[in-house]
């Protein structure tokens, strides 16, 4: 099948590409991790994208959207992942605020949306516990009804962006006599209560990214409840649906492949990759094919929300096929590239600014983040082949 664009898609395409051609510096690599230099960046191109309403281009008009086409928000990602433009990865536009158009109330709509839509609001996701991963139904935090108000105990690790969040999205336990997925309730916290405490959690490359997050008896009003309680985790499922359709993790892989191929033309010549070993130019051949597979999964999940449905089978297609091949295409660069490889971007001799040694590290945790790929193959296999349970 030929996939075509509309004149209006094309001249929104182009008028993204000006976008980011304007604000990023020439030499921009993405590069940088967690520093405060590119937080700031990073925060002045967000407030840039909220001003446009860029950044929620499909939601309505009413949360601070532009009620633009479905299509037009997957090619801004694709434009801007590919780019490595910053300030798009909040979850709160990507996860969190969806999921409060669906289950919240309208207060809560009013409260959230608004902010996140202009960039004003920033979310983490506390889903994660020492001993309940891709499993949330075996999550122990608790949340305890004390009349207006939950009492939270308990922890979350793993949480991405806790120290720079306003809110959290929090999954407790309301109900521990319940069946383990029945009695989960899904709340918005505000990060800065009493008896909260965000702890660092340094990566392997000395990032600070994620944290520990302890509870210790904060009382949380009723009013943040989102949705039914108990129905949490079914609400959590969703969220999860959103965080792994999305086409920026395509985008932003095929540019790694496409930049590996760069250096390799521009180090040998006119031969190029033809200059490879067969097995080498094979691997690169099978990343653009999986990359260009990935990209249509992606198109049929953009297909399905703009028809209102929400992906779930093809959501978990998505996510697996993608953490492999991001952990794939790590490897590769870092063979291509041969004893240049494993070399740090602060090296002299580093190539590519240390970009595949860099991601051979952060691509680690590909197969088990936002759920693993083990839980998302059962989703496939229930959910898609109708396989049944054991």
Not at 70 to 82: A, M, N, P
Not at 165 to 179: E, F, H, K, N, V
Not at 243 to 256: N, P, Y
Not at 257 to 274: F, P
């Amino acid at each position: 099948m030929e996939f075509g664009w509309t004149k209006e898609d094309e001249a929104f395409r182009e008028e993204v590409r000006g976008f980011i051609k304007e604000v990023l510096p020439a030499d921009w690599s993405g590069l940088g991790g967690e520093s405060s230099e590119n937080l700031a960046f990073s925060r002045a191109v967000e407030r840039k994208l909220g001003d446009r309403r860029w950044l929620v281009l499909a939601w309505p008009k009413e949360y601070g959207g532009l009620g633009a086409t479905h299509w037009q928000q997957l090619i801004f990602k694709e434009e801007g992942s590919y780019n490595r433009l910053p300030g798009m990865g909040n979850l709160g536009i990507n996860v969190i605020g969806p999921s409060i158009m669906i289950y919240g109330n309208d207060e809560q709509k009013e409260k959230y949306l608004p902010g996140i839509a202009s960039g004003e609001i920033h979310f983490c996701q506390m889903f994660t516990e020492p001993g309940a991963g891709s499993d949330l139904g075996g999550l122990t935090t608790r949340a305890t009804r004390d009349g207006d108000f939950y009492i939270i105990n308990g922890q979350k690790t793993f949480t991405s962006g806790a120290h720079q969040a306003d809110y959290g999205w929090l999954a407790a336990r309301t109900d521990p006599d319940a069946p383990k997925h029945k009695g989960v309730s899904t709340f918005v916290i505000p990060t800065d209560l009493p008896g909260i405490t965000i702890t660092p959690q340094i990566n392997v490359m000395g990032e600070h990214h994620q944290n520990h997050i302890f509870f210790d008896n904060v009382r949380l009003p009723r009013e943040q409840l989102v949705g039914v309680e108990n129905r949490g985790f079914y609400q959590v499922m969703t969220t999860l649906d959103f965080e792994r359709s999305g086409v920026e993790r395509w985008a932003g892989g095929r540019r790694l492949l496409d930049d590996l191929v760069s250096y390799v033309i521009s180090e040998r010549g006119s031969k190029g990759v033809a200059a490879l070993p067969s097995g080498v130019r094979d691997k690169l051949a099978e990343a653009a094919i999986t990359a260009e597979a990935g990209r249509y999964i992606c198109y049929r999940i953009t297909h399905m929300q703009s028809q209102g449905m929400i992906p779930n089978k093809e959501a978990s297609m998505s996510k697996v096929l993608n953490a492999h091949f991001y952990q794939g295409i790590a490897n590769l660069g870092v063979n291509v590239l041969g004893m240049y490889g494993p070399l740090h971007g602060d090296s002299k001799w580093a190539k590519l600014r240390g970009l595949f040694e860099y991601q051979i590290l952060s691509t680690i945790p590909t197969t088990i983040s936002g759920g693993s790929v083990e839980i998302n193959r059962n989703i496939i296999a229930n959910r898609g082949l109708e396989l049944p349970r054991q």
